[in-house]
Every structure is written in C-alpha cells, then in structure tokens.
C-alpha cells in the first residue's frame, strides 16, 4: 500500500470567533496548491483514491489535483490520527490513498504509520509525506517527502 500524505497549502488566519473550516487559501497558498496539485497529477498511480478533510482549504488544495476526491469527515481538524490511519484503510488495502489534511494531525498518522507511537512531526503547508509499504519484512518506508519551493525542481 501507498500512503499519501499532503498538508492543505498556506489559509488565511482564523478569526478568534471564526469557523476555522471556512478558511480557505491565500493566494500563495493557491499557487503551492496548484504547483503540487499538478505534479501530484503527473506521479500518482491512476487508480489513487484521493481523501479530503471537509475544511475549505483542504477541499481548495485537493481540487488543484483536478480528480474525484472524496470529502471524509474522520479527516476534519476534530479527528484523530487513529480515524485516519483508519479511514485510509493502512495497511489492509492495496490501493494507493492520499489524504488532504491538517497538522498536527498527519505529522501524527506519518509518525504513527512509521515508528509505531504518536509523535509531533511537522509537515510543511502543501508538503507531500509519502510512505509505502511493500516487501515480505512488513515494515513500510518514507518514499518521498518534500516541500512545494521543491516540487518544481522535479521533473
């Protein structure tokens, strides 16, 4: 399995009073969306099922991509990494899943996929955290990460 982990591009500040899911991006933001949305378009295997949080920003982010995506509530800023991990299916499904997120919470799902216990990872705005799991030792691996000023670079 494929596990692909991209943190919603730069939002606009919160209000104190504010509905923190109605923050949507900046217009830098748009731009590190749109820059990692399409690189993601070129690098993603087809059959890729793509997993949004309902916040704004993540469904702003995720529409860069320009494929089906679903709107899945266990990834709202209220979750879990245990409901996402479970949400994503890790590591029963053979099919490759990305989730448009939030930290702390993938920093949380990447640490927990990886070492075993909830740690406070950081994964920079439209960053991608990609892990896989392959091989008959069981144990998964970082296959990239990288932060949208690079994702340019890569071609």
């Known amino acids: 399995m494929e596990l692909i982990l991209w943190r919603h591009a730069e939002a606009e500040p919160g209000e104190p009073d504010g509905d923190d899911n109605a923050r949507a991006l900046t ?8 820059r990692v949305g399409a690189w993601l ?12 949080s309902p916040a704004k920003r993540c469904v702003q982010t995720v529409k860069a991509l320009g494929r089906r995506y679903e709107v899945v509530e ?3 800023t209220d979750s879990s990494a245990e409901a996402i991990i479970q949400a994503a299916g890790w590591p029963g499904t ?10 702390p919470l993938l920093g949380e799902v ?16 439209a960053g991608v955290f990609w892990i ?9 691996y970082i296959r990239l990460v990288v932060g949208p000023d690079l994702i ?3 071609r």
Do not use: F, M, Y
């Open 132 to 140: 896989e799991h392959k091989g008959s030792d069981g144990l998964p």
């Open 152 to 154: 340019g670079k890569l």
């Open 74 to 76: 266990a990834l709202g």
């Open 94 to 103: 053979r099919q490759p899943v990305l989730v448009v997120g939030h930290q």
């Open 27 to 34: 217009s830098r933001g748009k731009r590190h969306a749109a």
């Open 110 to 125: 990447a640490s927990s996929v990886l070492s075993g216990r909830k740690q406070d990872w950081r994964i920079r705005k």
């Open 41 to 52: 378009e070129r690098t993603l295997p087809d059959d890729c099922r793509i997993l949004t």
